[in-house]
């Protein structure tokens, strides 16, 4: 049985490894434009900053291939054609032959629409080839733990709207590293490409169109408390502006943000305003896309094409809330390719996701979710405290009918899993605030919660 | 402020000093050699006519060279911490446990043995325990001690210890009191990403912990039988114990091996190249039993299940070379004989995953012994 898998993210690694847990002997070839090794897109602003290198994000260690069996193809694949069962690849290489594919191809960052998006010193932050770009742009190169293993000569075969070109680099053109970089969107790749930053010593703007940072999961109580740790860290927080163009000096390099504000100077500038699934080079090959270029499976991951299946970040899926779309999380592409492994293998499984729940860190504060939270329910309420001792925190629990149907914590640990709980056990907001402890993840010696007047 | 989790990035890869660089490796040689000096003072004076450290300490008025390397020791103790503290010390446990760790060395590990002579005592380090403190079982010293002291080491080692060890894991120990673990949390911390997470360090890590606390009790062993029966068979004490303390014996080469050489210039003169725990890793025989205690005892990281995302900050900051992640990203809450509890995996993780408790709930945790997330 020959399995071919495209993409070596987590949703392609899972896959790869749940079908040689059971079928020693079976040919495995995972194909990758972007990198040698699979390894956390997750953690590319730790390696930015110097807190970890390349290796300390792979999660496997770098003889994972060749004890595994698996082969490796570098290149980009250019389409698949599902009659002769071929994955053409770029660059004059020979076609991969499947009898079962996978498409774990993830997402690819959306590009700039303004005027002036592909000036020298405009990127983004998702790939590993833009973090080199973004590291040169700041730091004048990779830390001293040096840059991933690659052999990337056939990155030049890869067209030019892959998302894995090399950038040209404004910083080695003018011949000065940047000095005000900018970042445009207010969601988390953007405040991670602010805080990394920050920790180079710089004062970055940050341009956000919306009232306040990230509404889509905080209110605006929860969000100015995260603004305001970035103005203390010395970030220019710009909210509720519209970026109009980008400006280039006479050489090309980007010089400038425009808004509907104002004329704000820039020397790199990061575009951080979402993904979208990486499916362009699917175009021509059948297999059906829906209207966000997501791949159109059904529950048990099976594309419209006989034995191709798709996960992770590319595919979409059935959310929580019964809506289909890709769905870009770390956890769900990793449960994703446990099934499409499965699927691989020949069982029939079906994908479920869960009750939703995600954590982050904005800046210095710690973030965790669960249910639903910023959702305007029907009828729904919040119950809001904001802890101000030697321990700061907010804690924000969403009521509907008197039910709890979700909490949004910041500055605190909680078990996410015993929250959910709660909400499928449909406990009352009273019966929740006794017993919030039960839920407290904190760290040893932390003091715990102790709502006031409550 | 009390919060948890590391406050900013880390710009570890950056600083050339942190790393195998020129610089590093020169530390290294600086610290080697003056373990090598310090150890062999007597060869130096022999080749050279004269002995640095012993000089310099009846200079300063302290009574001998080890005085002078316990001041030393606090000193660069106290440096760490300051050093630590400034990065890490906005989460309590940090905090505490540091504080306590750097107050302990400088009351029991220089001030009391410093002291107690004075008063017509012996030096009596409070802070050490058999097999770490390998001569603090050996009949002889059990002897020469006053009863209290005696009964303090024999209950400390074989009793205290363990159960501490049952209740609390074997940090108690190695993180909150012991001075080979605090010089390596506090003068050692800079280095700590540099420990290895390979599988193969981990085999020999395996193999060198059980083989020196083998050796650790078989000379303890050999010291009591001779002890008991070296006055009447004379080629076995001279084997044993050495008539001379210049003679090879199995003594003098369980202290030449295992404390000079494994515990100072690999353990600590190496800090700049393989991490702060090289001695508490691979070879530490109280270490070893602490461990195997820890497996059966309440301690365990608990893991949060489904959140965490591969990042690798907890396996980076592993000072023991434990690949946290591989656990916390199969949602497995874990105990592993080696982890000393620093607390370190929990503080990096950028989404809360780890916590560090000590609870008899799950115990199914422990069984667990993967060597990696590739090992099916
Ligand atoms: C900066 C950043 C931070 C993030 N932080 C979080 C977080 O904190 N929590 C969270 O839940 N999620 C986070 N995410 C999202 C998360 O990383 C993704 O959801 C996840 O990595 C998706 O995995 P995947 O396997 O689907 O795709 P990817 O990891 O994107 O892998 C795609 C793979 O496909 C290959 N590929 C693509 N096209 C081709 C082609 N044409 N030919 C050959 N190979 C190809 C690439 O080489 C790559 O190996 C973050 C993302 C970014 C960018
Ligand atoms: S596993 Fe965590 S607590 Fe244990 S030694 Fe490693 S970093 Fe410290
Ligand atoms: S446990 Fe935390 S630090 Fe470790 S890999 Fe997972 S998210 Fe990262």
Same mark, same amino acid.
């Given at each position: 049985m020959r399995i071919v898998i495209v993409g070596n993210g987590v949703a392609g690694m899972e896959a790869a490894l749940a079908v040689r847990r059971r079928e020693p002997s079976w040919e495995i070839s995972l194909i990758s434009e972007e990198s040698d090794h699979f390894f956390s897109r997750t953690a590319l602003m730790w390696v930015f900053s110097g807190q970890m290198s390349h290796r300390d994000i792979e999660p496997l260690e770098r003889d994972a291939y060749a004890r595994l069996g698996f082969r490796r193809v570098r290149a980009r694949a250019t389409g698949i054609d599902t009659a002769k069962r071929l994955v053409s690849l770029a660059g004059g290489l020979e076609?991969?032959?499947?009898?079962?594919?996978?498409?774990?191809?993830?997402?690819?960052?959306?590009?700039?629409?303004?005027?002036?998006?592909?000036?020298?010193?405009?990127?983004?932050?998702?790939?590993?080839?833009?973090?080199?770009?973004?590291?040169?742009?700041?730091?004048?190169?990779?830390?001293?733990?040096?840059?991933?293993?690659?052999?990337?000569?056939?990155?030049?075969?890869?067209e030019s709207h892959s998302p894995y070109g090399f950038r040209d680099v404004s910083a080695k053109r003018r011949g000065r590293l940047a000095r005000r970089p900018a970042v445009i969107g207010g969601g988390l790749i953007g405040i991670e490409a602010v805080e990394v930053a920050v920790a180079a010593g710089l004062r970055p703007r940050f341009f956000i169109r919306e009232e306040w940072f990230w509404p889509i999961a905080l209110d605006s109580r929860e969000s100015r408390w995260i603004a305001d740790q970035m103005s203390h860290h010395g970030v220019d927080v710009h909210l509720e502006h519209e970026v109009e163009r980008l400006a280039a000096d006479a050489d090309g390099n980007v010089s400038a943000v425009h808004t509907n504000e104002g004329r704000y100077e820039a020397d790199c500038v990061v575009i951080a305003i979402g993904v979208v699934p990486n499916t362009s080079w699917l175009e021509g090959s059948g297999i059906e896309l829906d209207a966000r270029g997501g791949i159109v499976v059904d529950e048990s991951l099976k594309t419209s094409a006989a034995d191709v299946f798709a996960a992770g970040d590319c595919a979409s899926v059935r959310w929580f809330d019964g809506t289909r779309r890709p769905e870009q999380l770390w956890y769900t592409a990793r449960d994703q390719g446990r099934v499409a492994g499965q699927r691989l293998l020949g069982d029939s499984l079906h994908y479920q996701r869960g009750a939703w729940y995600n954590s982050a860190k904005l800046m210095d504060i710690e973030y965790t979710t669960a249910g639903l939270v910023n959702w305007n329910l029907d009828g729904e309420k919040a119950w809001f405290f904001e802890e101000e001792g030697r321990v700061r925190s907010t804690t924000r629990v969403v009521v509907q009918q008197n039910r709890v149907v979700g909490f949004n914590m910041l500055g605190r640990r909680w078990d996410h899993s015993v929250l959910i709980r709660w909400?499928?056990?449909?406990?009352?907001?009273?019966?929740?605030?006794?017993?919030?402890?039960?839920?407290?993840?904190?760290?040893?010696?932390?003091?715990?919660?102790?709502?006031?007047?409550? | 402020m009390d919060q948890q989790g590391q406050n900013g990035l880390l710009t570890t890869y950056r600083e050339g000093w942190r790393?195998?660089?020129?610089?590093?490796?020169?530390?290294?040689?600086?610290?080697?050699? &003056?373990?090598?000096? %310090?150890?062999?003072?007597?060869?130096?004076?022999?080749?050279?006519?004269?002995?640095?450290?012993?000089? &310099?300490?009846?200079?300063?008025? %302290?009574?001998?060279?080890?005085?002078?390397?316990? %001041?030393?020791?606090?000193?660069?103790?106290? @440096?760490?911490?300051?050093?630590?503290?400034? *990065?890490?010390?906005?989460?309590?446990?940090?905090?505490?446990?540091?504080?306590?760790?750097?107050?302990?060395?400088?009351?029991?590990?220089?001030?009391?043995?410093?002291?107690?002579?004075?008063?017509?005592?012996?030096?009596?380090? &409070?802070?050490?325990?058999?097999?770490?403190?390998?001569?603090?079982?050996?009949?002889?010293?059990?002897?020469?001690?006053?009863?209290?002291?005696?009964?303090?080491?024999?209950?400390?080692?074989?009793?205290?210890?363990?159960?501490? @060890?049952?209740?609390?894991?074997?940090?108690?120990?190695?993180?909150?009191?012991?001075?080979?673990?605090?010089?390596?949390?506090?003068?050692?911390?800079?280095?700590?990403?540099?420990?290895?997470?390979?599988?193969?360090?981990?085999?020999?890590?395996?193999?060198?912990?059980?083989?020196?606390?083998?050796?650790?009790?078989?000379?303890?062993?050999?010291?009591?039988?001779?002890?008991?029966?070296?006055?009447?068979?004379?080629?076995?004490?001279?084997?044993?114990?050495?008539?001379?303390?210049?003679?090879?014996?199995?003594?003098?080469?369980?202290?030449?091996?295992?404390?000079?050489?494994?515990?100072?210039?690999?353990?600590?003169? %190496?800090?700049?190249? &393989?991490?702060? *725990?090289?001695?508490? *890793?691979?070879?530490?025989?109280?270490? @070893?039993v602490l461990g195997w205690i820890q497996k059966v005892g309440r301690y365990r990281i608990k893991v949060k299940p489904g959140m965490c995302i591969s990042c690798g900050n907890c396996s980076t900051y592993c000072e023991m070379g434990i690949d946290v992640r591989s656990y916390a990203q199969a949602d497995q809450s874990f105990t592993r004989a080696s982890c000393v509890g620093c607390g370190m995996c929990a503080h990096m993780c950028p989404r809360g995953v780890l916590k560090l408790e000590n609870s008899w709930d799950r115990p199914e945790d422990k069984e667990r012994q993967r060597l990696s997330v590739v090992d099916f």
């Open positions: 076609p991969v032959p499947y009898d079962r594919l996978l498409i774990a191809s993830g997402s690819r960052p959306r590009s700039g629409p303004w005027p002036g998006s592909d000036s020298r010193g405009v990127g983004h932050f998702v790939t590993l080839q833009d973090l080199a770009w973004y590291e040169d742009e700041v730091h004048g190169g990779t830390s001293r733990a040096g840059g991933p293993p690659r052999a990337d000569a056939h990155l030049r075969a890869s909400i499928e056990e449909q406990r009352t907001l009273d019966w929740v605030l006794a017993h919030l402890n039960d839920a407290a993840f904190d760290t040893e010696l932390v003091p715990p919660l102790r709502i006031s007047g409550a | 790393n195998r660089s020129a610089f590093g490796l020169f530390i290294s040689l600086l610290l080697v050699s &003056f373990y090598v000096v %310090l150890y062999w003072e007597h060869k130096v004076q022999e080749q050279f006519g004269v002995a640095p450290f012993t000089a &310099f300490s009846e200079a300063v008025g %302290l009574r001998n060279r080890w005085y002078l390397y316990g %001041l030393l020791y606090s000193v660069a103790m106290v @440096a760490g911490a300051i050093y630590y503290l400034r *990065r890490h010390g906005n989460s309590r446990y940090n905090r505490y446990r540091i504080t306590v760790n750097v107050a302990i060395q400088i009351a029991l590990g220089f001030t009391l043995p410093f002291i107690m002579p004075l008063f017509g005592g012996k030096e009596f380090y &409070f802070s050490y325990f058999w097999p770490l403190k390998y001569d603090y079982l050996y009949p002889q010293t059990l002897a020469d001690l006053p009863l209290y002291l005696s009964l303090y080491t024999v209950v400390g080692s074989l009793l205290a210890a363990p159960v501490l @060890a049952v209740i609390y894991g074997k940090r108690w120990y190695c993180s909150w009191v012991c001075g080979c673990g605090g010089l390596a949390n506090t003068f050692g911390d800079p280095w700590r990403h540099l420990t290895s997470k390979s599988t193969k360090s981990w085999r020999f890590e395996q193999v060198s912990i059980h083989l020196v606390l083998l050796i650790a009790i078989a000379t303890t062993f050999l010291i009591g039988l001779d002890w008991l029966i070296g006055s009447e068979h004379p080629t076995f004490h001279r084997i044993v114990a050495g008539n001379d303390w210049r003679d090879w014996s199995i003594k003098s080469f369980y202290g030449f091996a295992v404390g000079s050489i494994l515990a100072g210039v690999i353990g600590t003169g %190496l800090y700049p190249a &393989f991490g702060p *725990r090289v001695w508490c *890793r691979n070879f530490c025989p109280m270490a @070893a």
